[in-house]
């Protein structure tokens, strides 16, 4: 059975960093093919997919964040790290990370999502 | 970015209509297109990948068709359970992209 969990605050300051954990079971990050991906959505609005990383370290972010998004992975831990910089009170949305595979990019597990809200 | 458009934009149906959902990208994708159902305060949940292939455990009265730029997801008779927003996902090209979602009400 596969499990992923996002962690972290939930209140963050105008221009703080933000740091999120996924830990997940399940699958594991030293096996071919497995990645993992955070999406997040504002509140009642659509999805929107950030970054990725794969089992090889591949990383892949949406080009509009790119400068303020760096994705980690602990293979030993089971955890995939999300920082993002300099956040706005636009940046407030529940924060979903997700599994994929590299032959399968669509994301077939997702963790219950955490809310962030950007406030001073 | 390659762009995903949905109609129509919210539905309301009765128990056991047919409804059809659809997608369309702005450049053509090929098959690499996924499904995904979303129901308040949960996270999504996908039903669909590859355009037509059903997840495991999704019932089946839900069915993908489409491949190219043009996708359709169709719900053969309408449950209560199905009351949901309904979003379609490319993955054909980074930045993966997904459309604005449908919402589906049941009457």
């Known amino acids: 059975q596969i499990t992923l969990k996002e962690s972290g605050p939930t209140l963050v300051k105008p221009r703080q960093t933000l740091t999120l954990t996924c830990t997940f079971s399940?699958?594991?990050?030293?096996?071919?093919?497995?990645?993992v991906a955070w999406i997040r959505q504002p509140p009642g609005k659509a999805l929107e997919w950030l970054t990725l990383?794969?089992?090889?370290?591949?990383?892949r972010y949406t080009p509009s964040l790119e400068d303020r998004l760096t994705i980690t992975k602990d293979t030993s831990k089971n955890q995939v790290s999300l920082t993002m910089t300099n956040l706005d009170p636009v940046d407030t949305a529940t924060y979903y990370c997700?599994?994929?595979?590299?032959?399968?990019?669509?994301?077939?597990?997702w963790g219950q999502g955490t809310l962030v809200t950007v406030s001073s | 970015d390659v762009q995903l458009t949905q109609s129509p934009s919210s539905l309301s149906a009765s128990v056991g209509d047919r409804i059809t959902i659809t997608c369309r990208a702005s450049?053509?994708?090929?098959?690499?297109l996924g499904w995904y159902q979303q129901k308040p305060g949960k996270a999504p949940k996908r039903l669909i990948y590859?355009?037509?292939n059903l997840d495991s455990g999704v019932p089946s009265r839900f069915s993908g068709t489409g491949s190219g730029t043009e996708f359709a997801l169709t719900i053969s008779s309408v449950q209560p359970e199905d009351c949901a927003t309904y979003f379609c996902?490319?993955?054909?090209?980074?930045?993966?992209?997904f459309g604005p979602g449908t919402k589906v009400n049941i009457k």
């Open positions: 997700a599994r994929l595979t590299v032959t399968m990019k669509s994301f077939d597990s």
């Open positions: 399940g699958f594991s990050l030293s096996t071919t093919g497995e990645g």
């Open positions: 990383i794969f089992w090889d370290d591949d990383k």
């Open positions: 450049q053509a994708i090929r098959s690499n």
């Open positions: 590859l355009a037509s």
């Open positions: 996902q490319q993955h054909n090209t980074y930045p993966f992209t």
